[in-house]
């Protein structure tokens, strides 16, 4: 995609800006781009040239601030087609309404949705901890019989689009919305009752490991870790960490798998780590 752009551009940008057109995000009619600050005042032609290359493109957004705050949201401007961030998206057979301005949303992780998804076993309680728009839950509400699945988000935005998504889906049976602060609804209202633990905000895993094993049955059951990790030893202090965090709570730790989700930085990796939760007594 990236390399069409720059194919698009060529005439119009030089060679050493051309270099620095990278590969960008399509969420439904919406494309994200982070373009660097020189090539800043071409950002309209960028935009607009980009349009022409992905024709189901209305929107193109200029992404002009990290992935930051309680929320994980990021500062958007629009540089060609219409104005607005709200849009639809389809993956793994579901639909989901967002608006990337409010809520954190990366079709990056279709692949590990699906993936943990699909082992998910029938009759199970699963606690998606921070679940954003619904796009874990109703996710595995579609491609397995979980008998419930709970959905926290502390971002009142998050949680309004995930009632959406849920009735748009038609998974309102299954995925019971929360809006809250993970460990405090898992306090008054989740402790003993899951098979499975969701963690999707690598940014808080190790903070809220102690909330997610309350979660769980007290005979245990799957936590999926997500985390960051650096090479040379990718998963070894995630790893670390989970095994003595558990003992200290008197379970046991089976590492079932560990992957590499995406590059993050340099020899950095978004990882996930698939953990049996055992209990000891
Ligand atoms: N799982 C989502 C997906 O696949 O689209 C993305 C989740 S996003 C990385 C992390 C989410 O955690 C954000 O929507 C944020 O509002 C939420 N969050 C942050 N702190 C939280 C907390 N203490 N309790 C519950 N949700 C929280």
Redesign the pocket.
């Known amino acids: 995609m990236a390399g069409d752009l720059r194919a698009r551009l060529r005439g119009h940008l030089s060679e050493d800006e051309l270099k620095l057109i990278r590969a960008f995000d399509v969420v439904g009619d919406i494309a994200i781009v982070k373009l660097p600050e020189p090539l800043l005042p071409k950002k309209h032609l960028i935009g607009r040239a980009l349009m022409e290359v992905q024709k189901n493109v209305r929107t193109v957004l200029n992404q002009v601030s990290p992935v930051k705050g ?3 949201t990021r500062e958007l401007e629009v540089i060609a087609g219409e104005n607005r961030t709200e849009t639809s998206y389809r993956e793994s057979g579901c639909v989901f309404k967002v608006d990337l301005a409010k ?4 079709p990056r ?1 279709a692949t590990e ?1 699906l993936r943990v998804a699909r082992q998910v076993k029938p009759g199970e309680i699963v606690v ?6 619904g ?2 839950s109703i996710i595995i509400a579609k491609h397995s019989k979980a008998k419930l699945i709970y959905s ?4 009142p935005h ?1 949680f309004e689009y995930m009632q959406i998504n849920i009735r748009i889906n038609k998974v309102g049976d299954r995925v019971v919305a929360i809006l ?4 405090e609804v898992v306090e008054k209202e989740l402790t003993d009752r899951a098979d499975r633990v ?1 963690m ?2 690598p940014e ?1 895993s190790r903070d ?1 490991f102690d909330v997610a094993l309350k979660a769980l049955k007290p005979t245990g059951g799957i936590i999926h870790f997500y985390d960051y990790g650096e090479e040379p030893d990718i998963f070894g202090p995630s790893t670390d960490f989970v095994k003595a965090n558990a003992a200290k709570r008197g379970f046991e730790v089976k590492v079932l798998g560990a992957r590499r989700i995406r590059s993050y930085a340099t020899r950095c990796y978004h990882i996930v780590l698939d953990l049996e939760i055992v209990c000891k007594k």
């Open positions: 309680e929320f994980r809520v954190y949303f990366s992780l949705r998606n901890l921070f679940a954003g728009v796009s874990y926290i988000d502390i971002n998050a809250g602060d993970a460990r969701l999707p905000l808080l809220f």
